[in-house]
C-alpha cells in the first residue's frame, strides 16, 4: 500500500483509506463485532487512515474507532474526524465556542487528548470564506486540542477557497467517475499548494460496485432510500447526485470496458488514487470482505492494469451521459 503526506502535517496516510460512514449504522445496521472486523481487516491490509465524524451514528464511528485504537496495534494509523453537523449548518453556529465543544467530544469518544486531524464537515460557503473561523481552528492547534484541521465540502468553489487557507491541511471532496469536476482546478491547486486532497464517495454511495440493478432496493434507515433528491442533505451526497437509472447505464459501459480479472470497484478506486493531486480515497465497507476488497485494489496502482486506458472511457462516458447534468452542480 502506497503512503503519501498528509499535507504539510509530516505524517503520511493510505493511498486507499477506510470511510466509516457506515460504522455508523446510517446505511443499515453494522454490529460492533462487524465494526471491529472492519477496522482490523483494513489495518492488515496497509490502510493507515482512518475518516470519520461527530455525527456518523451519533457518535457511534468515533467511540467504535477509539475502543479499537486503544486494544489493536494500530502504529501509524491517523484517524481524522468531522465536526459542524451536531447544529443547523448555519454561519452563526460555527464559533470558537462550538468548536471546543465539538472537539471535546469528539476526543472523549475516541479516548484521546489530541484529534489526529478535524475536518469542517460541508459547512455553508459563508464559513468556509470567514478568517474568524481559521483563526478558531489555529487556536485548537495551539491548544493541543487538534494537531491539523482540513475542509470537507460540497463544491468545487468551496475547495479553491479552502486550498487558500494557508493552514489547510486537507480538503475532502467526493471525486469519482461521476464527479469529474475537481480535475478542472481542484486537483492541480491541491498539488500545487501541498494541501492533501481525500477522495469521498469514490464508489458513488455503492452505484459503482457494479452490484446494483433496477429492482434494487434499500433499508428504510438508508439514505440511499430516503435522500435521492435530497430530502435530508445534500443530494450529492447520494448516489453523487447522479439519476440511479443514467447510473446503472454508465457502469455497464465501465463494466464492458475493463478486462475480466479486473472489477469496477477496485478499476474505480485505483483510477481515483492515481490521478494528480490526490492523495487518498476513503471507500466506506459494511464488512470485511468490501474492506479487503477495497484494500486490495492498492495492487492496480502499481502496475498489472492499464489505468489510464480506463481514463479514457471514464471521461467519454462521462462527457456523453453525465457532464450536462453532474458538472455544473458541484
Known sequence: MQQRPLGRTGRNVSAIGLGTWQLGADWGQVSETEAE???????????????????????????????????????????????????????????????????????????????????????????????????????????GAINAYGVSVETTAQALAAIRRPNVTNVQIIFNPFRLKPMDEVLPAAEAAKVAIFARVPLASGLLSGKYSASTTFADNDHRTYNRQGEAFDKGETFSGVDFDEGLAAVRELTEALPANVSLPQATLAWIATRPGVTSVIPGARNVDQATSNADAAALIDGGFDVEAFDAVVRDVYDRRLREAIHPQW
Not at 39 to 45: E, M, W
Open 37 to 143: 472486523a472492519v477496522l482490523a481487516a483494513s489495518v492488515a491490509s496497509g490502510v493507515t487512515l482512518f475518516d470519520t465524524a461527530d455525527v456518523y451514528g451519533d457518535g457511534r464511528s468515533e467511540t467504535l474507532i477509539g475502543r479499537f485504537m486503544s486494544s489493536h496495534d494500530a502504529y501509524g494509523v491517523t484517524v481524522a474526524t468531522k465536526m459542524g453537523r451536531r447544529m443547523a449548518q448555519e454561519p452563526e453556529n460555527y464559533t470558537p465556542e462550538n468548536f471546543r465543544a465539538w472537539t471535546a467530544r469528539s476526543r472523549e469518544n475516541l479516548g484521546v487528548d489530541t484529534l489526529d486531524l478535524v475536518q469542517l464537515h460541508c459547512p455553508p460557503t459563508a464559513v468556509i470564506e470567514d478568517d474568524a473561523t481559521y483563526e478558531a481552528l489555529d487556536a485548537l492547534v495551539a491548544d
